[in-house]
Nanobody
Framework: VQLQASGGGLVQAGDSLRLSCAAS????????MGWFRQAPGKEREFVAS????????YYTDSVKGRFTLSRDNAKNSVYLQMNSLKPEDTAVYYC?????????????????????WGQGTQVTVSS
């Protein structure tokens, strides 16, 4: 499975960005998908995840109400809509896939719960 993340860039505080992650080489509709981010000097942290069915999404507290994760199984893609961006959102954003057998919910918040990773896309938010 290959994951290709895109959509990052340099924006100002309050702006929006939409990250995309395209999957190939596997059965995307069977995967839970997640986004993580890593800021300079910090550990990688969970941002959001979505179940294989698209029926459930989960977010870290700091992005709730600002970020929306969605998926299009017909296009083998997930999308992270990021609104009201803040300087503290600056990081490299990684998409990840959890392939069957799928992990339990608690593991979806941890990077060990994912089997495949994309290359990352840089998001920089200036104040």
């Amino acid at each position: 499975v290959q994951l290709q993340a895109s959509g990052g860039g340099l924006v100002q505080a309050g702006d929006s960005l939409r990250l995309s992650c395209a999957a190939s080489g596997g059965t995307f509709r069977n995967y839970n998908m997640g986004w993580f981010r890593q800021a300079p000097g910090k550990e990688r942290e969970f941002v959001a995840s979505i179940r294989w069915s698209g029926g459930n999404t989960y977010y870290t507290d700091s992005v709730k109400g600002r970020f929306t994760l969605s998926r299009d199984n017909a296009k083998n893609s997930v999308y992270l809509q990021m609104n009201s961006l803040k300087p503290e959102d600056t990081a490299v954003y990684y998409c990840a896939a959890d392939a069957p057998p799928l992990k339990i919910l608690s593991e979806m918040y941890n990077d060990r719960g994912y089997d495949y990773w994309g290359q990352g896309t840089q998001v920089t938010v200036s104040s």
